[in-house]
Structure formats: C-alpha cells, structure tokens
C-alpha cells in the first residue's frame, strides 16, 4: 500500500464522524482526499469552513458550499492532517503554509478529528522541520530567536502565506515540552503562529496503515 493509499484510507474512515451542519476543513493532500469523500456526501452537510484557500477552491469546485468562520459560530467536527502526531496527539502542522487557519478552526471546534498515514506517528516530535509563521519584517529577528532556543531556522524562500506572511521552517528541535514550546514561541513578537499544536491538541487520530486504518485517543 502506497503513502497516498495510506492518507486516502484515513481520509475516507474520517467521513463515520461527519455528522451534518458545518464542517471544519483542513489543508493538504490528506485533507484532499477528505474533500473529494465529503464530496460524495455533500447533500448530508450544510457545507464548510476552510483554513486555506486550497482547500476553498477544491471545495466550491465539488459544489460544497464554504462560509466564513464569522458567521458559523463554532463548528462541531474539525478533520485536518498533520506532519506528526505523538501518542498525546500533538501535533507538527504547516508543512503546507497554512497553520494559522488551521489552528484557528482547531481552536472553534468542539472536535478535532486528525488523518494521516502511519508514518506521522513518531515518539518526539521535532524531525519534521517545525513551521513558523512570521511578519515579513520580524523574519531575521525572529529567526535569531529561534536559534537561541537552539533550533536552526530556514526561510521558505518563495512561499507567501494566505495572510500575506513567511514561514520559518525550524530544523534540528527535539520537542520534548511541546505545549511550553508552543508559549515560548507563539510570545516571540513578530510570530504570527507556530506549527506546535499541543495547547489545543487533536482529539481522535485516525492513522492510515496496511492493515487498515488505525484509530487512537490520547
Ligand atoms: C498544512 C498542514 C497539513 O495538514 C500537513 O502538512 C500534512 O499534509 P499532508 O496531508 O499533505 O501530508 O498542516 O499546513
């Protein structure tokens, strides 16, 4: 079974937690393959909040309506991907861009339903370049920052957020305190977001495998 297989296998098991009204959506190819499910279901859903514009186009081109977090209120389900998850469910995220929507629908939902495939799942997180997104003019600032807290910060040359700012992707951190690091950083000024999602973790982790997928709570 390939990677891709993997995501889609999770992505499809994601669907049993749809449960009608707005749905939080996240961003990447395992969220695209949730998408192209969801699609399949879209008369069962009022339609969706999105955390990228990526994912708004792939939406509205499946005909599922997209609404603006500000006029939803709180959204019931959440289902997003992620570049890795510990046993606790937290999580690297923003190897696509797009963490701070992401962490923001996270945080206005009541359930956050992660898919991924096996591979994400690893004991510390930190081998996956840890993203950051910066105000363009903090970013060599904040990148002295990052060095002091003993990561080695590399700008993501030609990539522009949709909010307009950069991303830092932190190599060689060993997160062994992922909520502490996730203040730690989150209070360095010019830091829009960081990739750590521990403060609000996921609630469910659906792991695509060879086997099947795989479901863990924390
Ligand atoms: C985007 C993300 C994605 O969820 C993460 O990068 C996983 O992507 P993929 O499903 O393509 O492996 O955080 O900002």
Same mark, same amino acid.
């Given at each position: 079974m390939t990677q891709d297989e993997m995501k889609r296998a999770a992505a499809e098991a #994601?669907? /049993?937690? +749809? &449960?009608? =009204?707005i749905i939080g959506v996240g961003t990447g190819s395992t969220v695209n393959h949730f998408i192209d499910a969801l699609a399949r279901i879209k008369g069962r859903i009022e339609g969706a909040v999105s955390s990228s514009e990526a994912s708004t186009e792939r939406m509205k081109a499946h005909g599922i309506p997209v609404y603006d977090l500000n006029s939803t209120g709180g959204l019931a389900l959440y289902v997003d991907g992620a570049d890795e998850s510990n046993k606790y469910l937290q999580l690297i995220k923003g190897g696509g861009g797009a963490l701070t929507r992401e962490k923001i629908v996270a945080g206005a939902s009541e359930r956050f339903v992660c898919i991924a495939d096996e591979s994400k799942l690893v004991d510390v997180l930190g081998e996956f370049p840890l993203p950051v997104e910066v105000i363009p003019m903090a970013r060599s600032y904040v990148a002295r920052e990052l060095v002091k807290l003993g990561g080695t910060p590399v700008w993501r040359e030609d990539f522009v957020t949709d909010n307009g700012n950069l991303i830092l992707d932190v190599q =060689?951190?060993? %997160?062994? /305190?992922p909520a502490k690091l996730e203040q730690r950083i989150n209070a %360095?000024? =010019?830091? +829009?977001? +960081? =990739? %750590?999602? #521990?403060?609000?973790? #996921? &609630?469910l982790l659906i792991l695509g495998t060879p086997n099947g997928p795989r479901t863990i709570e924390p």
């Open positions: #994601a669907i /049993e937690y +749809v &449960d009608g =009204g =060689g951190l060993r %997160i062994m /305190e %360095i000024p =010019g830091v +829009v977001t +960081v =990739g %750590i999602f #521990a403060l609000r973790p #996921a &609630d």
